[in-house]
């Protein structure tokens, strides 16, 4: 894994260099000389945060969870009236 440093000038000069150089490892963009950003590739976050193809449906179908117990609060005030179905 190659770690890239490129400038925010130098970022927005060439966008496309940086997504090159991510293929390789993270690119750190930085400002005035202080890393801020880091570019990766969708893999290599989806990897970083855990998430390895799942998407969303599967992630709310939660078949290890299926009797969760869903109590939401009673509202109160002006929202809390009745719905007219006439």
Request: overall charge negative; cysteine-free.
């Amino acid at each position: 894994m190659t770690v890239t440093t490129f400038s925010s000038r130098e970022f927005n000069q060439d966008a496309s260099k940086a997504k090159k150089a991510a293929q390789h490892g993270p690119v750190f963009i930085t400002d005035r000389g202080r890393p801020a950003h880091v570019l990766l590739t969708i893999e290599q976050y989806q990897q970083l945060a855990g998430q390895h193809g799942a998407d969303i449906v599967d992630m709310l179908a939660m078949p290890e969870n299926g009797d969760i117990a869903f109590e939401p609060p009673k509202l109160k005030g002006p929202l809390a009236k009745p719905a007219d179905l006439s």
